[in-house]
């Protein structure tokens, strides 16, 4: 496939702008660990390379109809058989693939999906879709049991157009495939913007972000995708669901809202219609540093309160703030934009209520644009769009090292919070005999509660730590779950956060999600494994292969 | 039920509230009528009374053990067989109910609710979740079709209490069958505001609210039922269906958002945690008046667009404005509230945006607190109000009066509105064989598109008022989908807007609810003929009767 540009296997980014092989880079990272954890020499994983991998054999072989958008490539099949989760990039450094894809396919276009899906249908073949490949929580693994003839990835980047803008409504109508930076390049030419800004943003697309209900980076009001979609096009193996461009309906309940954070087991996005915005122009941004921490969270439940709608209301612990502010201090980044109006009133509304509360702050950085990416606030945002990067030289090193994210009433939050902290501190210290490093941060405010994202990293070693890994995960989703938060708040539910998405999830809604499974995807053939178990399956009954 | 203040049964309020028979107002508003429409005399029907109407014989009683909380009195018969639709009004004037419901019942708690869908499920009885009866589109209605032994009406109006307060995430649990009066007095105790006003707020409940996607007086931002729910309990035939108190969460489809809108289809609310605010203290109104009527619709889209969120954006059009203002001038609404902060810069910014495109206003205005309540807003706001209550009388007197509303894109509301306005005229012209006039107002704005709101008047005879009505409505439904519209966007769908539901909604999800419908409610007896056809029924094959 000679358009396709390759994703890194083994860690964030592109293949052709991997990292080199750098093995006194990856020395002095296990030395600085060593020497932290106190933990005696580490030797770190070399690179793995496709040749190293011993996949094995194909089950299934492309029809011959679609013979040309169809690959068993060993480097396309290592690809799509990994996300970006620990377990994902540490199984690639162990160079062992627990579950390996038989087969990729890149759809052209709307009809090509329906003739993979048909295929798909009567061959028992279990079909995943894959957006950018980012998923961290196992949505795109192959795990999908038994009782399949084999597994296809349909990866979506050919269907990567915008379609047609409406200047009038302000929406446009965009292919499912398309990445990030190509959605907004494809806007910006027209003087708009999505504005929906993932940490994946440049390698997922705008299906997987509706099929995960992705979070943006802005802190509040339209920043979910759910609320910037108009309508949309499901290719489902029973067919083709549109729904109508309608600003609002209270027309029963949303067809849409169904299809959003499906996962991949109810249909395929091809394509949805996107509210869209003009560009800001007004900005304003400053970070707040907080002596007391959960002072600092009763300032941020005040701004959300206040129904001042921040664009960034980002409280940064101070630990993870250490390294930009050097202190002891917790930081709260806080930001305004408009595309219509200056700011000013907003943000000293928004200074009022955090001044209330201790917080520090010199508003003479207000005068500086660019503030958000200079200063204290600029290092931290650097290190942020570079972490996904530096993981994977960790993690050569056998450090555990990952995040994960949840949402909670703020009647709940001190003790959740400290409950994670000291939880994961445990289970850390239990499991790989270090201690380890919690911090928090919030990526979105709402009026009844934040939602905290968590950083943690624990030494284990390089030969056992997916299995430490598993042990710290079902103690994290158990610790979420018993404290009252989310599963997941916008990372998706996937393969591994099943144990605490059925814990949360109300049984009655399994079953009748189950039922309206069964309705659109009668063979069960779609993502097999992530949130729920298909119901009993009518295999290979399914389509007609008259066109295939 | 001693406990039980009826409902008027032919008009909008209280039975013991309603207007005194008054012969010479009805001529005098017969007489108008006929001078306006240049009629001929217009006889009058006089106030039904419960006595003129013969019931059919009851199909059902009441289970021994349930007994104290049924009824099948014949007023209360009454009352539940009918809405406040123009058909309900006009079948009570002619003293003829089509569809009578057997037997009323009234639980105290959630039990009883299992009780009563427990005791349906065996004796294959259809049940109709009943908040405040003031559905306009026929949702309680016992048109239930001839495979059932009879109709329960559930009246919810029991489990009317605010349970608790969260102070500090803003969130209050409340029973579903509370009124809205009844609501808003139990949070103001404390200093908090649902905020959720829609024009039936008297005669209407939470669980009807969540249950239809109910709409609120406010124009933007948070002013939908859905954005309030924090989480929501629902009972269904299967068993009890809870989800978890979260501020956000992005684990797969929401399950709350698959009970909203689900119109007694899927369970019974019996109680949601709602997010509460503090009440607002600073509150800015204003009138704007245009000359031209699509240049005040781009003034609106520019509100819309701009993100600043005005908690009023009424557009009325001239004729519906011409009662208050009295001159040829389209009126805009426009207001902002905050609990937390003053709003000039919201309205400074708003009032250049509805400069640059032609409107006019009065500055001093805005020194007046009260101005949303005095002065041609205020006159605009009284009438509305009032319109409810007036329509009786009309009614009586062979008006159809009736409203819909719809939602639309930017891009087709132009065309869309003026479709309208001649298709209608058109229509009851042809129906009535007399002058129509259509009005309009937006009810909701939204970046993408305004909610315009349409009401219409034609005099019909007395006794054939129904069918023409029903021709009428037909047309109208077929307009609004062939103009790109909504079938409803707060009205709720019920039975009356199944044609235009059934053309909007993607056939395959129409399916997938069916499923969701039939894991929920297998014997398929929850509220037959609103929003799908339940699929084939287990009759009579669910739930265990020991406990009743």
Known sequence: MKDIRRMNFWGWGWADDAEAEDPAADKAMADILAKTYQSGEIKPLSRPKVEEFSLPQARIQPPRQLAEICTQDAQDRIIHSLGKSFPDLAHAAQREIPHVTDMVAYPRHEQDVKDLLDWSGHQNVALIPFGGGSSVCGGVEPAVGDKYEGVLSLDMRRLNKVLEIDEVSRAARIEGGIFGP???????????????????????????????????????????????????????????????????????????????????????????????????????????????????????????????????????????????????????????????????????????????????????????????????????RNAFMQAPYARSRAIACGLIVDTF?????????????????????????EVTGHESKVTCRFTHIYPDGPAPYFTYSGLGTTSGMIDQWREIKAASLELVESLGGTCTHHHAVGRDHRPGYEKQIPSLFQEALQAAKSALDPCGIL??????????????????????
Chains 1, 2 share one sequence.
């Open 182 to 380: 190509e959605l907004e390049a494809g806007l910006k030419t027209h003087g708009y913007t999505l504005r929906h800004f993932p940490q994946s943003f440049e390698f997922s697309t705008l299906g997987g972000w509706i099929a995960t209900r992705s979070g943006g980076h802005y802190a509040s009001l339209y920043t979910h995708i759910d609320d910037l979609v108009e309508s949309m096009t499901t290719v489902t193996p029973a067919g083709v669901m549109e729904s109508r461009r309608l600003p609002g309906s209270g027309a029963g309940p949303s067809p849409d809202r169904m299809m959003m954070g499906s996962e991949g087991i109810l249909g395929v996005i091809t394509q949805a219609w996107m509210r869209i915005q003009d560009r800001p122009v007004y900005k304003s941004s400053i970070p707040v540093l907080f002596e007391n921490y959960y002072q600092a969270a009763e300032a941020v439940r005040a701004l959300g309160q206040a129904w001042l709608f921040p664009t960034n209301c980002r409280l940064v612990d101070a630990q993870e703030a250490a390294g930009a502010v050097g202190g002891n201090h917790a930081m709260l980044i806080l930001g305004f934009e408009s595309a219509d109006h200056p700011v000013e009133a907003w943000m000293d509304r928004a200074l009022e209520l955090v001044a209330d509360f201790g917080g520090l702050f010199d508003r003479s950085v207000l005068a500086n644009k660019e503030s958000n990416k200079e200063g204290a606030a600029g290092q931290w």
């Open 405 to 429: 994210e949840s949402a909670v009433t703020w009647n709940r939050f001190e003790e959740f919070h400290q409950g994670i902290c000291e939880g994961m501190n445990k289970v850390v210290r």
């Open 527 to 548: 993502n097999p494994g992530v949130l729920i178990d298909p119901l009993a399956r009518k295999v290979g009954q399914q389509g007609s292969m008259s066109r295939v």
